[in-house]
């Protein structure tokens, strides 16, 4: 006989158990509102139905449709992010904003995810990506002074949030924790030898299969290797990706083999992604069209590419950008191990498993 599950989230008595880690969030929401007003940035709210969802091989997203008035039917999607949206209020003129975004992602749930979830994204016109290194710790710290905790923790580890990032490169991360030389795999047009990387992959102890693209094998290493080490004396950027894994982002200009992206980790927990954002229309254009076949191969679908945005693009200034999942920041700052600890108002299935 099934266990039965535990009472919903709205029962009084798991409410109150509930509240305080709420009230948290709310007050933190206050503070990072604060921290942007302080700085000049402008608050933006962007619309959640877009023509294109994203272009990215391996993010779903939930489907709908308009219906006219005369009974035509065209097909939207509920946003993965507000970057799309965000990119053409750059091109219109603004040059520092921030958007507390709810977005949906299908075929992600667990303690780390949630289908529906909040996050932060903010964009610095005119401005490096390394902006935003400082900006990522600044917020960690305003999370823990706000939720007064000295200390993040997740999982019965703790890290000091007001400690500066140890920031780390992927070809150095690679050489730590997996002793492959990245960079050595990637010649200087971007091109990658995948045989090289499995190679390295397989004196690592990583599984490689026959099929396997070079960022299959890069994907493996990363998730197996590299990402359980991240985060756990301090907070960690690991930047300067291979410019194959950063579709949205510019190459670097001083090794155009990798781009101005880096991610944000605490306690082996991902952050926030962040890039010096690409603004070249046609290079934007082939990245999507290359994405998307990749995506049709694997999982037989593909999203709309948005024409307004590649028009944007063109006008639109250097500028940097970062998305951070605001649950997650919060789960840290008050000690909670699932999303749904976080979420006033959890899915079914998350409060199902608490």
Avoid at 115 to 132: I, N, V
Avoid at 288 to 315: C, H, N, S, V, W
Wanted: one cysteine or more; glycine letters at 6%.
């Amino acid at each position: 006989m099934p266990s039965p599950l535990p009472s919903p989230w709205w029962r009084p008595d798991r409410h109150a158990d509930r509240r305080p880690r709420l009230v948290l969030r709310n007050r933190i929401t206050a503070a990072v509102r604060g921290w942007f007003g302080e700085r000049d940035f402008v608050e933006v709210e962007t619309a959640a139905l877009q023509i294109s969802p994203g272009n990215e091989t391996h993010l779903h997203a939930f489907a709908t449709e308009q219906v006219a008035i005369s009974g035509e039917r065209a097909p939207l999607y509920l946003r993965t992010s507000p970057e799309f949206a965000c990119k053409k209020l750059l091109a219109a003129g603004e040059p520092r904003i921030f958007d507390f975004a709810r977005v949906w992602r299908n075929r992600e749930d667990g303690p780390l995810h949630s289908p529906e979830f909040t996050l932060l994204e903010w964009y610095r016109a005119g401005e490096p990506y390394e902006t935003l290194m400082d900006d990522c710790a600044a917020l960690m710290a305003l999370a823990a002074e706000t939720a007064c905790a000295k200390r993040f923790a997740f999982k019965g580890r703790q890290i000091d949030p007001f400690q500066p990032p140890e920031r780390l490169t992927l070809a150095e991360a690679f050489d730590r924790f997996a002793g492959i030389d990245l960079l050595a795999t990637i010649d200087a047009s971007g091109e990658s030898d995948r045989d090289a990387l499995a190679a390295g992959a397989r004196a690592a102890g990583v599984r490689v299969a026959e099929d396997d693209s070079w960022t299959d094998v890069f994907s493996r290493v990363l998730v197996a290797l590299v990402e359980p080490k991240l985060g756990f004396d301090r907070a960690t950027i690991l930047c300067e990706y291979p410019i194959s894994e950063a579709a949205l982002a510019r190459p670097k200009p001083s090794d155009p083999r990798v781009a101005e992206r880096f991610e944000l980790y605490a306690l082996g927990v991902e952050l926030a992604n962040c890039f010096g954002e690409l603004t070249d229309p046609v290079e934007q254009r082939r990245r999507f069209e290359a994405d998307m076949a990749e995506k049709q191969a694997i999982y037989g679908e593909r999203y709309p590419i948005d024409e307004d945005l590649l028009t944007a693009l063109a006008i639109m200034p250097a500028a940097s950008g970062a998305a951070l999942g605001f649950d997650r920041l919060v789960m840290l700052a008050t000690g909670a191990d699932r999303i749904d600890q976080v979420l006033w108002t959890p899915l079914p299935e998350a409060s199902g498993r608490a």
